[in-house]
């Protein structure tokens, strides 16, 4: 069985954490939701709290197959500043291990030298990243090498999606896909 990290970290986004964390679970791939501190109850940027199964301290790379960031932007910049979500990215993009991050979070990728050459995050956002690369808005989803990118909240089961399709293949994903109702997904 497959296993994503999704690390939570106060003022996270969140359509974007639940649903991925929601469509991956469907897709029989087994989440491990973890918070940057002891308390595992994380608030989040719209006040929504959602228990962590664990902490991110008691995560390791091997133990992974993919790690994908949710975004908002606190819990973005409290991503980037973490020094086990560093050494988590960096250890998995060295080992060419899957690494998603959606809306702000591609920032966090890119302060830990993991984002690749191509990506996409919230309009707007790659102002505090790298205009170089920037795919805006010519996908919803943007895979480059073992990193994959998403744009925001309206974009997440999408994202999510896409993660199945990597993780399980394509007849997995296009039984979610047609579950979820999900057709606008590319």
Known sequence: MSR????????FEEIEAVSIIDVLRRADIEVLVAS?????AVKGANGITVMSDMHVKDVGADELDMIVLPG?????????????????????????????????????LNKAGVLKQN?????????????????????????????MTSRGPATAICFAL??????????????LKGGLLADFCE
């Open 36 to 40: 940057l501190d002891e308390n595992r």
């Open 162 to 175: 896409q993660i199945v399709k990597k993780l399980k293949g394509e007849e997995t994903y296009l039984m």
């Open 72 to 108: 908002g932007v606190e819990g973005t910049y409290a991503l980037a500043e973490d020094a086990n979500v560093i050494k988590i990215l960096q250890e998995m993009d060295s080992k060419g291990k899957n690494i998603g991050a959606i809306c702000a979070a591609p920032y966090a």
């Open 4 to 11: 994503v990290l999704v690390p939570l970290a106060r003022g």
């Open 119 to 147: 990506y996409t995050c919230y309009p707007s956002f790659e102002e505090y990243i790298k205009d170089d690369g920037y795919m805006g808005d010519k996908a919803m989803v943007v895979e480059d090498g073992n990193v």
